[in-house]
């Protein structure tokens, strides 16, 4: 989301890193304390993927989490995050419709919710994860390239984990003080508590 939503707010480029940040932050702290937290619960392979699947922002983010719990997880929790990732059509053409609303531009507004606009904000990994769960189940891949793949998914994994890590502004966050680290942290704990209640309500937990 921090991906696709500045451009159409037309946010400061300042902001951007501060909020950018401070997302990846949190979810290195979620790729930590939420494994141990699943395990402390007794949670299954399907309960645990959709708690990551939900309370973890980034996409990359929730495949590492959910990966150290278990294969199980992971295909559950990518499953869950890719759902949550198409409501960020809807989400960005209405926040484009307010922005331009507020600055009293209708006519940018009309550009802005185009089907060329639209089409653009349709991440590509969404496109490829429906076309290789096709190919998969079509049974075009045969069975003996799923273990070497599986390898190469753990690999991948790990390459994502540190590109969060390294996407970590350390000086923008000193920059931007505690404020923002504190809204952080009260709205992953909302999440993550959310997550788990409603697990808890619905007796997936």
């Known amino acids: 989301m921090p991906a696709f939503t500045p451009p159409v707010i037309e946010a400061a480029s300042a902001d951007v890193a501060y909020a950018i940040s401070t997302i990846f932050l949190f979810n290195i702290a979620a790729v930590l304390v939420f494994p141990l ?10 309960s645990f993927g959709l708690f990551a699947g939900t309370a973890v922002n980034d996409t990359s983010s929730v495949v590492a989490t959910a990966t150290t719990y278990g294969t199980a997880a992971t295909s559950h929790a990518v ?3 890719l759902v949550r990732t198409l409501m960020i059509i809807p989400i960005c053409m209405g926040l484009a419709a307010l922005t331009a609303r507020k ?3 209708p006519a940018i507004a009309t550009a802005r919710m185009s089907p060329r606009r639209a ?3 349709v991440p590509w990994f969404l496109i490829g994860f429906v076309l290789v769960a096709a190919v998969n189940s079509c049974g075009i891949i045969p069975a003996g390239a799923h273990s070497p793949l599986e390898h190469a998914s753990v690999f991948l994994v790990s390459v994502a984990l540190s590109a969060i890590g390294l996407s970590t502004n350390v000086a923008a966050l000193r920059k931007a003080g505690a404020r923002p680290l504190i809204i952080g942290a ?3 704990i909302t999440v993550a ?3 788990l209640g409603l697990q808890a ?3 997936t937990l």
């Open 79 to 81: 499953v869950v995050k």
């Open 119 to 121: 089409a653009k904000l």
């Open 193 to 195: 508590t959310a997550s």
């Open 201 to 203: 309500l619905t007796g």
């Open 186 to 188: 009260l709205l992953w």
């Open 37 to 46: 937290l699943g395990h402390a619960l007794g949670m299954s392979q399907q």
């Open 103 to 105: 600055q009293q531009r």
